[in-house]
């Protein structure tokens, strides 16, 4: 019985009942639906459910593997804690918009086909787009525009390799895409558009900051995962992979450093941590594999623990720049002290989470002779130490003090989500072992601590501190804006939509003036003076010369015998019928 309940169902149908709730109540049911949904996903047993015949394809909705089970334990778990912290929020639409993207994003990794994985993964991108546009501010809706568009582009994209793939092989079956060719290149491309890869990577970093303190939180561990997990389904061991995640993860780095806003530093630091994961799916071993999983539910867990941290700081002060922040630790303790636990779990500090998933991507690549790839990890790992786990906590809590007395959050339940994932964060970085039992692929036990690791790891932050703090002139922030691409599509999109305006709706004025305007006048005059003539012909030889003209003025003026027009009409009209056909 319990085969036959896909998860996904739990979170998306028990949407549409929020609005019958009130109050508290409301709030318990939006917990207890992702608790229920973690309980199912526990008790689903491995294999394949839910089949369903669909325009001749066989699809799966429902296919349980360790893969599919340790995303969906991460998606559950974070869920709860998100509304835990959310639960003093009484809005039904992010409720509802927050459920159906999470459900979303259970039906994308428990789906065992592609056509399947395709109406879920479009599903996500409307849904999360509520949680933008939920603000209600301009700056919300001109970000959710801009986010709606390049998901919808990244959509369009995935589909065209879909229909590729699935011309070519007559199979919707979701597995490994082993033949590379156009069709799994273009899938891959629009993988990478919702990984938030560069070039097309700023929708993360231009909407979640954007978003509400919610739906911020919410964002931040959806969508990048569900594209981690398609990548490790399907595209394990293609090699480009490796250079885009080495790539993603110094990129994220360098606008972080550069970034004023204390969100769109953590919108950042995502494309850097989702960095490593895609390099170790480029890798392709068991242990990078293992590695990417495992550093995506680490990842989840204290990246969302920062987004609590700066949601608060956000929700009591109303401000989000650097600039404007500073000195908050008089007055929000708690917050400063959870948020710097996540703030050194993903700087991957021993004893952390972050420390136990990471090091096992950077030890594939030595195992696979990739000293250049485990080079460029091991500067990106030192770059997230200064970005996330000094500058964020720095420039918010410890900076020049700007006269903020703002107070703890005053619900409760805030605290308790962010000792949740605080908890989890030292929990998971003393004793790994329940992570490592659900990792998806069998590989030899591995040391997790030695004092060689363990020493150099901090030798490693070290430096890495010592750097922030010498320059730390460089790194203060002004009250400025980093350019990325996104300026593409602001200036190019506005570019686009005048060239379009000025192209098409000048040949609809042609079109107009040609058909509309040319031809109408053409049809009318012949239906005006045809019938006109076509009586002269046949009445003039009978009529006088008074009769004629005054006959003629009839007609013109639209008042000759109505049945005499309209059988003179008739005549012509069924003339020129006959003419055509027998042409």
Not at 280 to 285: E, K, N, R
Not at 521 to 529: G, I, Q
Request: with cysteine; net charge positive; aromatic share 14%.
């Amino acid at each position: 019985m319990i085969a036959n309940i896909p998860p996904f169902s739990i979170l998306i149908l028990g949407a549409l009942l929020v609005p019958f709730f009130r109050g508290k109540l409301k709030n318990l049911y939006v917990c207890f639906l992702p608790a229920l949904a973690f309980w199912v996903i526990s008790q689903l047993p491995l294999g394949e459910f839910l089949h369903v015949h669909f325009f001749g394809f066989d699809l799966t909705l429902l296919r349980v593997d360790r893969l599919s089970k340790i995303f969906g334990y991460i998606f559950t778990l974070n869920a709860f804690a998100a509304f835990i912290f959310a639960f003093y929020l009484k809005d039904n639409t992010q409720h509802i918009a927050a459920l159906g993207y999470i459900g979303g994003a259970l039906g994308v990794v428990f789906a065992g086909d592609l056509v399947t994985l395709y109406f879920f993964w479009e599903w996500m991108a409307v849904t999360s787009t509520f949680l933008i546009l939920a603000r209600k501010t301009k700056k919300a809706y001109g970000a959710a525009y801009r986010y709606v568009m390049i998901h919808m582009f990244g959509g369009l994209v995935l589909l065209a390799g879909l229909m590729l793939h699935i011309q070519a092989t007559g199979s919707v079956s979701f597995e490994l895409f082993e033949t590379r060719g156009i069709a799994s290149y273009l899938i891959l491309a629009g993988v990478l558009i919702n990984a938030a890869a560069p070039p097309f990577h700023a929708w993360l970093s231009d909407a979640y900051p954007e978003a509400t303190v919610t739906g911020g939180l919410i964002l931040s561990a959806y969508t990048t995962k569900t594209s981690v997990y398609t990548l490790i389904r399907g595209f394990a061991g293609y090699e480009v992979l490796i250079v885009v995640g080495c790539f993603m993860a110094l990129y994220g780095i360098m606008y972080a450093l550069l970034e004023n806003d204390m969100r769109r530093i953590l919108a950042y630091s995502i494309i850097n941590q989702v960095g490593f994961m895609i390099c170790g799916v480029g890798i392709g071993t068991a242990l990078s594999l293992n590695g990417a999983a495992a550093h995506a539910f680490c990842h989840i867990i204290y990246k969302s623990l920062l987004w609590m941290s700066a949601g608060s700081v956000l929700y009591m002060t109303g401000k989000s720049k650097c600039t404007e922040l500073g000195g908050l630790y008089k007055t929000m303790p708690w917050t400063m002290i959870l948020g710097t636990i996540g703030a050194l779990a993903i700087s991957a500090v021993p004893f952390t989470s972050g420390y136990t998933s990471k090091p096992m991507i950077m030890e594939a690549a030595v195992n696979q002779h990739l000293t250049w790839a485990w080079l460029v990890l091991e500067i990106a790992s030192a770059g997230v130490f200064l970005h996330a786990g000094i500058k964020f906590p720095y420039f918010v809590f410890f900076n020049k003090d700007r006269g903020l007395r703002p107070g703890e959050p005053p619900h409760k339940s805030m605290h308790i989500a962010m000792g949740i994932m605080a908890f989890l964060c030292i929990g998971l970085g003393l004793y790994p072992q329940p992570l490592y039992n659900l990792l998806p692929y069998d590989m030899p036990a591995r040391v997790v601590y030695s004092f060689g690791g363990v020493v150099k790891q901090f030798q490693l932050l070290m430096l890495s501190a010592l750097s922030f703090f010498v320059f730390l002139k460089l790194l203060k922030r002004t009250d400025t804006i980093a350019i990325d691409t996104d300026i593409i599509w602001r200036l190019g999109g506005r570019g686009f939509y005048w060239l379009m305006d000025k192209i098409l709706n000048g040949v609809n004025a042609v079109c107009d003036l040609v058909f509309a305007q040319g031809l109408s006048k053409l049809a009318s005059a012949a239906f005006v003076n045809a019938p006109l003539r076509i009586t002269q012909l046949i009445l003039f030889p009978v009529l006088k010369g008074a009769q004629r003209e005054r006959l003629t003025k009839q007609f013109k003026a639209g008042l000759s015998p109505v049945g005499l027009s309209v059988a003179v009409s008739m005549l012509y009209l069924f003339g020129m019928i006959v003419f055509t056909l027998n042409r």
